[in-house]
Every structure is written in C-alpha cells, then in structure tokens.
C-alpha cells in the first residue's frame, strides 16, 4: 500500500533563513500531492496542490516540487518567520480525485527569532 | 471554499461509554471523511461517508466500533462506541473541495477525546 514518510524530527532554523521539508513516498506516483499546516489544536489548512505533471508551483513564500523518479516532493519556505512555525503534513489522495487523502507524519517546523 | 463545524471540540469521557461527534458543513458535499490523529501523530483515515449508503471503513476500523451516519448532503456524526483510554484522539471530519481532483480538503477543528 502507499506510504508516505516525511522526517519526524523536528526542523530547528533561523528566522530570514529558507526552511526545506522533504516528504517521500513508496509505491506508484499519485496523480498529484499537496501539502497542508497544522498548528496545535486546529485541523490542517491547505497550502499547495502539485500534479504530476508540473515540476514546481510557488505561493507568495512557499515553493514545492514534485520529483516522481525520486517518489519525492520538496516543500521551501523562504525568508521565514516565527508564525510560519507549525507542523506540516504532505498528502497524497489515494482515490483517484476524490480527495481521500493518506498524509505523512509531519515535519514540525519552529522557526527562531 | 468550505466551512466545517464540529461539535462537541472536546469532552472527557468514562471508558465503557459512547460518545457522537457531529460534523456540520456549510454547503452540499458528496463525500465526507472521518480521520483520526492520536497523541504526536498524523491523521489516519477511518472511513468515507457517502449519503444514502453505507459508510466504507479503512482497514482496522469497524462499523461496530465505529459506526456513521450521514442523513444528508451537509451532515455526519461519527460514534465512538464502548470506549477505551487508546481511543483518547482528535478526531477530524473532512470535506473535498469542488472540482473533481483539483481542489484542497477541508477540516472542521476537530474533537478532542479524553477517554479516562
């Protein structure tokens, strides 16, 4: 079955500095993957959506890539700030589009003053 | 977009007991997706709940246990029966947006379970 694995250790940076998550995955390539925040107590919010066919998508700060040789997407944040600390969580749908959704464990991200 | 109450955010229950959680959305939705994150972990998917069929459950989780009702196309609950301590859980419904493959999913806040 698909698995998703993202590092669990928590990501310790810098404020200014660019923050990179890594989320991997086993088995076939999903037609696209996103990436969600979670802050504690609060369900995950939506950030980017990648499909398979696009080699980059970029919002304002955050840039993700989607490598299907590798089983890998990359999640940038640049020029980061304390209130981009967070747990973030890759998801891959694994309903052909129904948005039924298998997600990582999460990278937690605390970004220092 | 979609917005997605649920009720109770949170409660302490005794084991052995029941708890529903109900899950409100803001507009006509097809699928419905019940998760569950335990304490330090990520979201594992217990079931999807399509109005006027049976829910269908992931594997390790039972409709006994589990059981869903979704009466319309805004509404489901989900029932914890005759909990345990490692039911103690956030458990989160969650909504595709419109659009088929193209959209983000959309979380209500979640419940928070306490089972002592």
């Known amino acids: 079955s698909q698995k998703i694995e993202q590092n669990s250790e928590a990501l310790n940076i810098q404020e200014g500095k660019t923050a990179t998550l890594t989320c991997n995955y086993t088995?076939?390539?999903?037609?696209?993957l996103q990436w969600y925040r979670q802050d504690p107590g609060r369900g995950p919010v939506f950030l980017l959506l990648?499909?398979?066919?696009?080699k980059e998508k970029r919002k304002e700060r955050l840039k993700v890539t989607f490598d299907t040789t590798l089983k890998q997407s990359l999640f940038h944040i640049t020029a980061s700030q304390p209130a981009d600390s967070a747990t973030y969580l890759c998801a891959l749908d694994i309903s052909g589009g129904y948005n039924k959704l298998i997600f990582g464990a999460g990278t937690r991200l605390a970004v220092h003053p | 977009s979609a917005v997605i109450s649920q009720k109770p955010s949170r409660d302490i229950c005794q084991r052995g007991t029941s708890l529903t959680i109900q899950c409100q959305v803001d507009?006509?939705?097809?699928?419905m997706f019940w998760y569950r994150q335990q304490p330090g972990q990520s979201l594992t998917l217990i079931a999807t709940a399509n109005q006027g069929s049976e829910a269908t459950y992931e594997s390790g989780f039972v409709i006994d246990k589990f059981p869903i009702s979704r009466p319309n196309l805004t509404f489901s609950t989900l029932t914890v029966s005759n909990m345990s301590p490692e039911d103690s859980s956030i458990y989160l419904c969650?909504?595709?947006?419109?659009?088929?493959?193209?959209?983000?999913?959309?979380f209500g806040q979640g419940t928070r379970l306490t089972v002592v």
């Open positions: 990648i499909r398979e066919n696009e």
């Open positions: 088995n076939y390539s999903p037609a696209y």
């Open positions: 507009s006509q939705v097809t699928m």
């Open positions: 969650s909504v595709a947006g419109t659009g088929f493959g193209n959209t983000e999913a959309f």
